[in-house]
């Protein structure tokens, strides 16, 4: 753990309007997700509830406020690949750049084996640098760049994708 004083810990329903308010400010972003927002506190604290067992959610919580959060989710729905997890780290904007998301990613990657995963992907879009920076930096490895993956405001926009595995040598 690299930032002092920063606790990571499993999400709390208690969690879900700060957990929304800052996946809507890397939404807000335009280089972090597909997604659109609003993520209001409600639809938070559903999306957390619905989440089964292989799915968990963490808060990062410096200061007594939630910094950040992160998330694991199942890649796939065939069986054969059960052990392959996309990640998902999300920084609060006046939080970022001081090693939040490394710890995140760091705690993701070590608890992720626990969870029954061999495997973590990333689905980063290419002008993300933090993010392709902070998935270089944890050991992952680009696979390749997914053309035309979605659509963003209505335009076509590319996807890379990482990948870390978590048994073998990089
Ligand atoms: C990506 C994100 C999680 C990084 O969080 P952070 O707390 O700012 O990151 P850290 O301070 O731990 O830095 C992690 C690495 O990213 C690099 N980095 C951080 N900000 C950067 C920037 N603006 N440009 C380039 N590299 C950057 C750091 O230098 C560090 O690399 P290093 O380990 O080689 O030194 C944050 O920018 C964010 O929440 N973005 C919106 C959501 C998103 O895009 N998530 C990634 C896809 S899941």
């Not at 052990?83 to 939080?95: C, F, I, N, S």
């Not at 076509?156 to 870390?164: F, Q, S």
Request: glycine share 14%.
């Amino acid at each position: 753990m690299s930032t002092p004083d920063l606790r990571i810990r499993p999400a709390q329903p208690a969690d879900a309007g700060a957990i929304g308010a800052i996946y809507d400010e890397g939404i807000g972003d335009g280089t972090a997700t597909f997604a659109t927002g609003p993520h209001p506190e409600d639809e938070r604290r559903r999306w957390l509830a619905a989440r089964p067992g292989n799915a968990p959610v963490y808060c990062a919580e410096l200061g007594g406020r939630v910094a950040g959060w992160s998330a694991l989710a199942p890649f796939s729905h065939r069986p054969w690949y059960a052990g392959v997890a996309e990640y998902t780290v999300y920084v609060a904007r006046d939080a970022r750049g001081a090693g939040v998301g490394a710890d995140l990613l760091e705690h993701l990657i070590a608890s992720a084996p626990g969870h029954g995963y061999w495997k973590l992907v990333g689905m980063i879009l290419p002008h993300n640098a933090p993010g392709l920076a902070l998935a270089a930096s944890h050991g992952f490895s680009v696979v390749g760049t997914h053309r035309g993956h979605g659509r963003i405001a209505g335009e076509w926009r590319d996807v890379t994708l990482v990948e870390r595995h978590l048994h073998l040598p990089g």
